[in-house]
Structures are given as C-alpha cells and as structure tokens.
C-alpha cells in the first residue's frame, strides 16, 4: 500500500509569497495532521484535520491555515512568507483521531 | 504542559554495540501516549512504538527494546547489536488524550542522532 504522499518535495520561495502544500493520506486514513520541523528541531505540531474539520491547532500565526477534502487529501496554506517559515513542513495520516500517526516524506520549504 | 527531554543530542557508537537512547518526559495528564519515530537522512519520520500510559510492560522487537518507567516518567530506547543502517535521528514524542479520545497533538523532544560506525 502507498504511504502518506506529499508535494513538492522542494519549494524555494520569497519572503511576502504565498505556498501551497499538499498532502494525501494512507489509503482508509481519515486524520491528517501538519508539523513543521525547523533544521536540529523535534517537529512542531500546527493543525489536525479530520471528517474535514480542524480539529486542533498549535501555537502558529494566523499566516497559516489548512484544509482537507472530501477525499481526505489536505493542503496547507502559509502566506507572509517569513524567513523563519523555512523549514521541512511534514504530514502525517492516522485511521482516526486516536490512531497512530504515520509520517510523509515531507516538504523542504526554503525562503528567501 | 506537555514536554519530552532527550538530553543525548548524539551517540557514536561502534557496529555490534549495544546503544540506548533516553527519554524523559512530562505531562499532568493520566492518559497519554508515547512515541518513538526514526528520522533517516531522507527526512521521511519512521513510526516505531506507542505505548499508553496504562501499559508499563516492556516491549521487545527484534533488536529494539523499549523501557517504560511510570516512576520516573522515563521511555527509553535500546538498540542491541547496532548496525550501520541505525544511523538516523531518533525522536521521542508524547501526545496526551483529550476527553474525545483524541491524541492528535505529538509533542517531539529535540531528537538524537545516533551514528553506528563500522
């Protein structure tokens, strides 16, 4: 079975731009959750969606946001590109909101 | 709030040897999760275990261990037998269990980044 996807892999950017991430899930999987992980960091939690709801934010500016569709695939959104925005944005997929969470590849965003 | 502590921030050890990754945490919580995931150079964060806060049995998988001490909210790792192909940053991450059922939040300590040498 396929494992979580995402894309692009790279993104190099500007500050002040806008980027679009995207993320499928596991196949069955109806939870998708966002982490950023900045380079010598743990990943940091931003959102978990799941049934297409936001069902838990962490501590990230209102620049970010997120949404997920009826199949279950999820974009995040971030604009005002910052400096500090450069970072592996990665996304998980669990069954449920209970369930564990399995990890995509990630996106290595870079801004400029 | 929720906080993981992985004071090792790198190991080096020798192919064959015995390595153990620590992990200490804290929440006020009685229902809770924890995790370990491996991170390998290519980025992509492999799940390993969870364990629940109800269950302090230890786990033994092949060459990994895992030791869960309640007492001294402690989570730790061993690798027997190390390989070259263990070289990777290991997380440790704790998510607690809100009144939905729900542990949608993992908190990851800072990792450690074990390198095996041949």
């Known amino acids: 079975d396929a494992g979580v996807t995402q894309s692009p892999t790279h993104l190099i950017k500007t500050r002040g731009q806008h980027v679009t991430l995207r993320c499928s899930p596991i196949?069955?999987?109806?939870?998708v959750s966002w982490y950023q992980q900045v380079l010598g960091q743990g990943p940091q939690f931003i959102f978990q969606?799941?049934?297409?709801?936001?069902?838990g934010r962490g501590n990230f500016p209102d620049r970010f946001s997120a949404r997920q569709f009826p199949n279950y695939s999820s974009e995040l959104n971030v604009n005002a590109l910052l400096l500090g925005d450069s970072a592996l944005y990665l996304c998980?997929?669990?069954?449920?909101?209970?369930?564990?969470?399995?990890f995509g590849p990630g996106t290595r965003l870079t801004v400029t | 709030a929720q906080k993981v502590t992985q004071a090792q921030t790198e190991i080096s050890v020798v192919e064959k040897e015995d390595v153990t990754l620590d992990c200490v945490y804290e929440?006020?919580?009685?229902?809770?999760?924890l995790f370990w995931y491996k991170q390998p150079p290519s980025g992509e964060l492999v799940f390993l275990i969870r364990?629940?806060?109800?269950?302090?049995q230890n786990e033994i998988s092949g060459r990994y261990s895992w030791n869960f001490q309640k007492s001294t909210s402690s989570f730790n790792f061993t690798i027997t037998a190390s390989q070259v192909v263990d070289s990777a940053v290991y997380f440790c991450?704790?998510?607690?269990?809100?009144?939905?059922?729900?542990?949608?939040?993992?908190?990851f300590g800072k990792g450690t980044l074990l390198t095996v040498n041949p």
């Open positions: 196949s069955g999987h109806k939870s």
């Open positions: 969606y799941y049934e297409k709801e936001e069902r």
């Open positions: 991450a704790l998510s607690e269990v809100n009144s939905g059922g729900s542990n949608y939040k993992l908190t």
């Open positions: 998980a997929s669990s069954q449920d909101r209970r369930g564990e969470q399995y």
């Open positions: 364990r629940n806060s109800f269950d302090e």
């Open positions: 929440t006020r919580d009685t229902t809770y999760y």
